[in-house]
């Protein structure tokens, strides 16, 4: 089946740093999503990548769609230390049958004040 | 606007036991997906409902079934329990699920424990 190959698998930083993660894919997807989930909680949205090319920004987030359609990476600038969680990227693919989202297995994200 | 809503939040059972738990999805979705997370799995994909019709479905016994009901609230069913299919099961409603530009929101979750 379909996988997602998700780096790092953690990350320990110093507040203040920039952090960046990536996925990439053996096969294309139209969408590329990145969550991020908190201990306890479900996923929460944090960019959605449509096209191709695609760099999307929200706040300190980054989030670049690749031009094969079988990657994609998350920045965060200047980190605080309520970034601290596990992002995930997914990757969907549309048209048929085929409504689901495929995971990486996360990063883990650990900010030291 | 409401968010994705699942009951109940946690829950224990017996391993043999059935369990059903219920999703409401955001008002105006009408695609409804449930995920399986495990420590050591990650995030599966179980299924995925649209106007009462499972679309697409993956890899898990027939013991997983849901269905989906006319105003788009969504239950899943598992029927004799495993200790491994203690998860958090997390459901996830899009306006139409599937093209581009229907994004997916998750609710909180509901926690399973088997034992």
């Known amino acids: 089946g379909q996988q997602l190959n998700q780096s790092p698998q953690s990350m320990f930083i110093q507040e203040g740093e920039d952090v960046s993660m990536n996925c990439t894919s053996s096969?294309?997807?139209?969408?590329w999503l990145w969550y991020k989930q908190d201990p306890g909680e479900g996923p929460v949205l944090l960019i959605a990548?449509?096209?191709?090319?695609e760099l999307t920004s929200n706040g300190r987030l980054t989030a670049q769609f690749g031009i094969t359609r079988k990657d994609s990476f998350l920045n965060i600038s200047a980190s605080i230390p309520s970034d601290v969680g596990i992002y995930f990227c997914?990757?969907?693919?549309?048209?048929?049958?085929?409504?689901?989202?495929?995971f990486g297995k996360g990063t883990l994200l650990t900010v030291n004040p | 606007k409401a968010g994705v809503t699942q009951t109940p939040r946690y829950l224990i059972k017996t391993r043999g036991q059935q369990v059903t738990l219920s999703c409401s999805p955001i008002?105006?979705?009408?695609?409804v997906s449930w995920y399986q997370q495990t420590p050591g799995q990650g995030l599966q994909f179980l299924f995925e409902?649209?106007?009462?019709?499972?679309?697409n479905k993956g890899n898990f016994p027939g013991r997983f079934s849901g269905r989906q009901f006319s105003n788009s609230r969504s239950e899943m069913n598992v029927s004799t329990l495993e200790l491994g299919d203690s998860a958090l099961y997390l459901c996830?409603?899009?306006?139409?699920?599937?093209?581009?530009?229907?994004?997916?929101?998750f609710g909180e979750g509901s926690w399973l424990t088997v034992v």
């Open positions: 996830a409603s899009s306006v139409a699920g599937g093209s581009s530009g229907n994004t997916i929101y």
């Open positions: 096969s294309i997807f139209n969408t």
């Open positions: 990548l449509y096209k191709a090319g």
């Open positions: 997914a990757g969907q693919q549309s048209g048929g049958s085929n409504y689901k989202l495929t």
């Open positions: 008002s105006g979705h009408r695609s």
């Open positions: 409902y649209f106007s009462e019709t499972q679309r």
